[in-house]
């Protein structure tokens, strides 16, 4: 947790509720453990899908679907692609997207992300917004594909970024089997903010949040 605790669950409180069926979605999802979108992430979310109403979304890592169905729920026009390398979880995920009766726009896609979304780079693919939620160390191999994607005005929103604040440590201060993933993930931050083609900010949401838009002109929106 970023931001203090008690101030989180203030506004959680006030903030207002899913659908009946995404809340008891996101009951069962965290009750098994398996990691999803934090109630200040899908606030974010939500409003990002208002504010650009996108008709194509591109989702890296599917988990249960919820973050999926999520979108689907709030973006209501949109065609979701999203992938999920993990068999058990894309069976739950089929399952959960049909209960849910979104399997006409969202497209569940089976495999090793980064082929996948080269692939679909090679087709030429364009989205409109793309999350990403899946191997913290692969965010910065993701990153030139996913902006290839993106149009200009696409959104990228990339979830869990800061280590529960730990990306503020040195390496030597975090464990070191957290090293090779706390200094990609710096160097994905850096290289996010420091690209002339985006216009990006890092938000102390939830696990941290990176927001960004794509801007070819260089110049300030």
Avoid: W
């Amino acid at each position: 947790m970023i931001t203090d605790e008690r101030t989180a669950a203030f506004i959680e409180s006030i903030e207002c509720s899913n659908p009946p069926y995404l809340e008891e979605l996101e009951r069962i999802t965290r009750a098994d453990n398996i990691p999803m979108i934090r109630k200040s992430a899908q606030s974010l979310i939500r409003f990002v899908l208002a504010d650009i109403r996108p008709s194509s979304i591109l989702e890296i890592g599917t988990a249960t679907g919820f973050s999926a169905i999520f979108m689907a729920t709030y973006a209501k026009t949109a065609h979701i692609d999203t992938i999920e390398n993990y068999e058990k979880r894309i069976t739950v995920a089929r399952k959960n997207i049909v209960d849910a009766g979104f399997e006409d726009r969202i497209n569940l896609i089976e495999g090793d992300a980064q082929s996948v979304i080269e692939d679909l780079a090679a087709k030429n693919r364009s989205y409109d917004m793309i999350f990403v939620d899946a191997a913290k160390a692969q965010y910065i191999s993701y990153f030139p594909v996913c902006k290839k994607m993106l149009g200009k005005g696409g959104v990228l929103i990339c979830d869990n970024v800061l280590f529960d604040g730990d990306i503020v440590l040195s390496r030597f201060a975090v464990r070191r089997r957290d090293r090779t993933i706390h200094a990609r993930m710096r160097e994905f931050l850096r290289t996010l903010s420091e690209d002339a083609e985006m216009v990006t900010t890092i938000l102390p949401i939830g696990d941290g949040m990176t927001l960004s838009v794509k801007n070819l002109s260089g110049k300030v929106l």
